[in-house]
């Protein structure tokens, strides 16, 4: 007779085989690029029309995984090859993009979908993927995060994310975490503005307190601005002008959804002050989740943001959904469009995170403040 269990570790390793959804994405960039006579529009419908209508109509999942499980899939190196795999293949679709735009022939429409689908790939894998690569302890794999982030010109994010984010977050000092009656617009100029700033100092800062000059050869963010120069620079000499901005324009949408994920995740939830008038540690409230499946495969957990903050190093595989973690009220590419509309955002929203103050001591809203004016 078999212990009991045995077959629940194996049971969980096939989970692997869910995440494998995510490349529906670059098979539809794949067609787009490569098929003159393709819809140039097929990723951003089904990114941004289907999957949020199925993710409106399908309950979310709020199943977990057994320890025994947990620790089979941490150990599984299969789920660590799915991120691996991410970055030869960005950097294929990338350059196949460049090549279609350099060819030309594309009626505006098509130009405009071609430009779409390449901007969502740079969110979903230059940016999300590389934020999971960017949480681990090899400096090979947070190499590869760089390179992906590279192809969203975001490489500032590494350094502003896991030094400046996670220790900040849900506090007026975080420009990531948006306050209660910001709209996203709002949100996505404060943001991208004092985040590449926050990034400056956090780097000076580091290279001070070890000795070395701010602004020398080991600041990590002028090794970004040299390598995204570069890569601008090479992209303007072998594909054109034209390639050029369209892949600005790629690079600028990433960032935008990007943005606009980092809006849902915390919106209007603050730490509340401890008796020290400090803030006291991140609980599982000051991040919005969804248990949406879709979105879960898709953006490898990402909408399990609460046990990401938790434990930042904790591999994607193993987030829980958390039974005092604040639920949005779908999945996250829904609740990113509804976002657009700051009047049915706050009327949807403004009532759960009013009762989520109500009944939770250590959150309040987080109500506009001058620190980050």
Not at 210 to 222: A, K, Q, S, T, V
Not at 296 to 319: I, N, P, V
């Amino acid at each position: 007779m078999e212990p009991r269990g045995t077959a629940k570790p194996l049971s969980g390793r096939w989970r692997v085989l869910r995440y494998l959804a995510t490349f529906t994405l670059p098979l539809g960039a794949w067609a787009t690029f490569t098929d003159r006579h393709g819809w140039c529009w097929m990723v951003p419908l089904f990114g941004f029309v289907l999957i949020p209508i199925l993710e409106l109509l399908l309950r979310g999942r709020p199943n977990d995984l057994s320890e025994e499980e947990e620790q089979a899939v941490l150990s599984d190196p299969l789920f660590d090859l799915l991120l691996y795999a991410i970055v030869p293949v960005q950097y294929v679709l990338l350059f196949l993009f460049l090549q279609r735009v350099q060819a030309g022939g594309l009626e505006t429409g098509d130009l405009l979908g071609c430009v779409a689908t390449m901007g969502i790939l740079c969110g979903v894998y230059g940016i999300n993927v590389a934020h999971e690569l960017g949480h681990r302890t090899k400096r090979w794999e947070r190499d590869l995060a760089r390179a992906l982030l590279l192809t969203s010109l975001y490489m500032h994010f590494i350094i502003e994310h896991n030094r400046g984010h996670h220790r900040r977050v849900a506090t007026p000092d975080d420009p990531a975490s948006a306050r209660y009656g910001e709209t996203v617009y709002a949100f996505w100029v404060r943001s991208i503005i004092f985040r590449w700033l926050s990034a400056w100092h956090i780097e000076a800062d580091r290279l001070r307190k070890g000795g070395e000059r701010p602004y020398g050869l080991h600041n990590e963010m002028l090794h970004a601005m040299v390598w995204q120069g570069t890569l601008l620079v090479v992209i303007g000499l072998v594909f054109g002008t034209t390639a050029l901005l369209a892949f600005l324009g790629a690079a600028f949408i990433g960032i935008l959804l990007l943005e606009t994920v980092n809006y849902i995740e915390h919106y209007g939830l603050r730490r509340s002050r401890t008796s020290q008038g400090t803030y006291g540690r991140v609980h599982h409230v000051h991040s919005w989740n969804s248990d949406h499946l879709l979105g879960r495969m898709m953006l490898f957990e990402l909408t399990r943001h609460s046990d990401h903050h938790w434990k930042a190093s904790k591999k994607y595989q193993g987030l829980k959904s958390l039974e005092d973690a604040p639920q949005l009220p779908t999945g996250y590419p829904g609740t990113m469009l509804m976002s657009l509309f700051p009047p049915l955002f706050f009327a949807v929203m403004h009532p759960r995170l009013k009762h989520l103050v109500a009944n939770d001591t250590t959150v309040e809203l987080a109500k506009h403040s001058s620190s980050m004016n």
